[in-house]
């Protein structure tokens, strides 16, 4: 069996990590192409480094642009891979517009699509990835689901008899690096640390945080009032859309960094107080390493991580500063994303469902 990965976004680097060592474990062939969506070292190669990812076979190198200009240079550059590689499943991870691209690349080629991540909703039609991932799950032949959930919301769309439950294969990373990173010390900025009052990491990405002046200028405010630390791992959206709106993000409790390789990130979080985050990805990580997070968005993807205040929802940004500072909740948020094992999962679903095709 051969599996063309199209990838493109950090996010998706972290799930294809899994994947491929799942892949080189077994006989089959796996060919990855990255569309350049992410192209800063720290937003790509760095992953592929250190979650011991191989190398592109493939660089699309499109870069940034419009939805539809990005979207587009993917799709147009996609068909001669396609051609070339004939695979027999292209595999699309999550919900950006390399996710879109690939799938609609290879349905028009009449290959078959496995979408990876399937059947997440957060119901908000101003997301840009709620398209992607609604318009993928359509699109594709095999949905692989990581929750139940999932498999709730695909059978509600008629797409139940294309749905396999395999699991979360973040949760197969997380916890992997997690073990590996337990007893190294993170690398903090200059006067943050673990003891005393701690401190909080936070991340803001999202169009809808990042694009309206008002509402950014509004949670750089939130975030610099706290009395604690707070590590920014700026994501280069935030930092030029505050560049360019005049939004000054070194000020107050904030100590802006950059985005953190995945290791240093998850030593990071499984020693801070709490998270602070509009991510889906990071959302999870926090429930996965047992910290407290509180996500700056009316809506979640990942509603399993709510139970009992480990993830609480602050869209409308009043609340944040009592939110952060939250204690921990006493009871255990159990195991909604399985069990570490996905990958090995995804792989013998392709097999399988290969053999139906
Ligand atoms: C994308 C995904 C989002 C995912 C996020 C993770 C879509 C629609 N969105 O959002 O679902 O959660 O990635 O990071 O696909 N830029 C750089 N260097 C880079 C990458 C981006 O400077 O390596 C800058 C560019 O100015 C670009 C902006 O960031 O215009 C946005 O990048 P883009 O890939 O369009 O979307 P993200 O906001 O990263």
Redesign the pocket.
């Known amino acids: 069996m051969k599996v063309l990965s199209v990838v493109g ?3 998706q680097f972290v799930k294809l990590a899994p994947v491929a060592a799942a892949f080189r474990a077994s006989h089959h062939d796996h060919v990855i192409v990255h569309t350049g ?4 070292t720290r ?2 190669d760095v992953f592929f480094a250190d979650l011991q990812i191989p190398a592109p076979d493939v660089h699309l190198g499109v870069g ?2 419009s ?1 539809g200009v ?1 979207t587009g240079a993917m799709l147009g550059a996609l068909d001669g891979v396609l051609a070339e590689h004939r695979p027999d499943w292209v595999l699309v991870y ?6 879109l691209a690939g799938a609609l690349s290879a349905v028009k080629m009449h290959l078959p699509v496995a979408h990876l991540e399937a059947g997440l909703r957060s119901r908000n039609r101003r997301m ?2 709620e398209h ?1 991932r609604v318009l993928t799950d359509h699109a594709a032949d095999l949905l692989l689901a990581p929750t139940q959930v999932a498999v709730d919301h695909l059978a509600a769309e008629g797409l139940g008899h294309r749905t396999v439950l395999v699991g979360d294969v973040m949760t197969d990373v997380c916890f992997r690096v997690r073990d590996a990173v337990r007893d190294t010390k993170p690398d903090l900025p200059e006067g943050v640390t673990a003891e005393g009052d701690g401190y909080l990491v936070s991340t803001i ?3 809808e945080n ?1 694009d309206d002046p008002d509402r950014l200028r509004a949670i750089v405010d939130a975030l610099a009032g706290l009395p604690c630390p707070v590590v920014l791992l700026a ?3 935030l930092v ?1 859309r505050a560049a360019e709106h005049d939004i000054e993000l070194r000020r107050g409790a904030i100590a802006a960094l950059h985005p953190l390789p995945y290791p240093e990130m998850v030593s990071a979080v499984l020693r801070s107080r709490g998270v602070v985050t509009d ?3 990071l959302q999870k990580e926090a429930f996965l390493l047992g910290v407290p997070c509180t996500t700056l968005r009316g809506e979640t993807e990942w509603p399993e991580t709510l139970v009992d205040g480990w993830n609480v929802l602050a869209g409308d940004l009043t609340a944040v500063g009592d939110l952060a500072l939250r204690p921990r909740p006493q009871a255990p948020g159990g195991a909604p994303y399985g069990d570490g094992r996905a990958a090995q999962r995804v792989v013998a679903t392709l097999v399988e469902r290969q053999a139906a095709n």
């Open positions: 976004a950090r996010p969506q992410h192209y800063d937003m790509s940034s642009g939805h990005q999550g919900d950006t517009n390399s996710t840009p990835e992607n990405h999202r169009a990042t994501h280069p959206r030029s991510s889906g990805g």
